[in-house]
């Protein structure tokens, strides 16, 4: 299958990443405004860095790149990232490797242009009662295909019944309104996805995860633009609840040993971290994921 | 090639480094007795709480297993691992993948008896002047083959010229009374194998890698031992140097930036960790290399 030319739809994506980008970024410096009082209210709100990254920047030609937002040290965030890219050009083989075993994956030793959109959010709180979250929902585009994944997964340090049921449950309400076969099978693919085979346990209590979602454009689009208009004001919730509850020495050790997880996870498991760091995508813009501090026992 | 019975070789191998192992851990608890003065000497002398290992533990058949040392809060010591591992039975499809394209690597989809015996040294120090240490050597049998693999590098945060050209020349000097070709073979290795492609860096000042080597048993064995028996001294004098130098507290915050260096490179990169993670072996004991802390900027 060859695809009629996809401009249209990819300028749509990329601009949709960017809206969103622009609505997290703003909703989580307005929450470091309002811990105006109370813990850590003694310290200025935290503001993004935002930078422009580059895939490939040594080579001459211009394979994409975005942006990455990064708040370090603030009231209510410890370390946050936010990003956004749009990448294209020749697939690489040792990136084409990576993808194998997939739907529609392009072929070994045959050349291939590819692009992609995606956005990316990862935050890890201060406070050890606010659970770390990330959300990430992506479209890639090759000559013969395209496809939409993503998902958003909760990761409390100090498990809360409460918020955990919450987060699935609005997860579950966004995949029932596209379509009521996503979120048994999506939330399913979290459990799976998110596992940590080596530990025996999971990175965090789930969510939802997709990819090579392929029906209809419009409707995996409108499926991915909910994911991420989802995640917002869920996150904003459970945080709202948590963020002036006063924690111990003991739950920030917690949280600490909670993130070595995190960590294991993303450098040994994630396939958006190996598919940036294979495909030559700035270091630090795939890496904004790692906390900001971890420990290992 | 069918090897004749190996037992005795075996044998050998894995008590020399239950002997290597013991030298090093009693080394290291005097290192913590005698830092009675000055730095941290108000805390009590680190001692190494010693386990034991199994491999595939859930499974009711016997796969080996090892005595993992970890010494955690001392007065040099912020965390250090010694570990020594003897395991065996059939070789798993997916850990048979890992080793592909390697020299005898064995067969997929043929059933693979394996035999290996190793010892790892991880060391992370409380001061940063005191350059962090690895130093990991193993011997791999198979019906068709055996070889020996391993290294040693150091790890500074704050490079010291006069630390790194005396470790390389210890080093230099062991492969030399071995094997003239050696040297620049391994240090070369260990240049290429502790790279961090996607940080453009490698992850310490280097030292020597190898990997199946398999020439004459009696003197790979010899090579390996003395790896071990360079590397010990080596550290201690290097240690010896820079315990009580005074730090800041920048100077410990780039200690930190420079093990989350470290942590990426072991998890995404390196061999053992892959084959530990792969083969089913105790998480804590193949990942007792990653650091105590860590951070990300």
């Known amino acids: 299958m060859v695809i009629e030319n996809f401009e249209s739809q990819k300028d749509k994506v990329s601009k949709w990443f960017l809206e969103l980008r622009n609505s997290i970024v703003a909703s989580f410096e307005k929450l470091e405004d309002i811990q105006n009082t109370g813990l850590r209210s003694e310290i200025p709100a935290g503001r993004f860095v ?18 990455m937002s990064i708040m370090r040290d603030g009231r209510v965030f410890e370390k946050v990232g936010v990003n956004i890219s749009t990448v294209y050009g020749p697939l690489e083989e040792r990136t084409k490797k990576v993808m194998q075993g997939r739907k529609n994956s392009p072929k070994i030793g045959q050349p291939t242009e590819f692009w992609a959109s995606g956005i990316s959010v990862v935050a890890h709180m201060q406070n050890p009662h606010c659970p770390a979250v990330h959300m990430n929902t992506r479209m890639f585009w090759t000559p013969n295909s ?34 009521l076969e996503y979120y048994p099978k999506f939330k399913k693919w979290a459990d799976d996805y998110f596992y940590i085979p080596h530990r025996k346990c999971s990175r965090g209590v789930g969510g939802i995860f997709y990819d090579d979602l392929n029906t209809d454009w419009e409707k995996d689009f409108a499926f991915t633009a909910d994911v991420g208009s989802t995640f917002l004001p869920t996150f904003l919730d459970i945080t709202e609840k948590r ?33 940036g760091l294979e495909s030559g995508h700035d270091a630090n813009a795939v890496l904004m994921s790692l906390p900001p501090v971890a420990k290992w026992y």
């Not at 935002?50 to 942006?67: A, F, H, P, W």
């Not at 939409?148 to 809360?160: K, M, S, V, W």
């Open 50 to 67: 935002v930078s422009k990254t580059k895939r490939n920047s040594e080579l001459e030609v211009d394979s994409g790149g975005g942006l």
């Open 146 to 179: 395209w496809w939409f994944g993503g998902g958003a997964d909760l990761n409390p340090c100090i498990e809360n019944s409460e918020d955990t049921s919450f987060f699935h449950a609005e997860m579950k309400k966004c995949c029932d309104r596209n379509d």
């Open 243 to 275: 963020r002036q509850l006063k924690w111990t020495e003991s739950q920030k050790n917690t949280q600490l040993l909670h993130r070595g997880l995190y960590t294991e996870y993303n450098l040994v498991y994630d396939r958006g971290t190996k598919f």
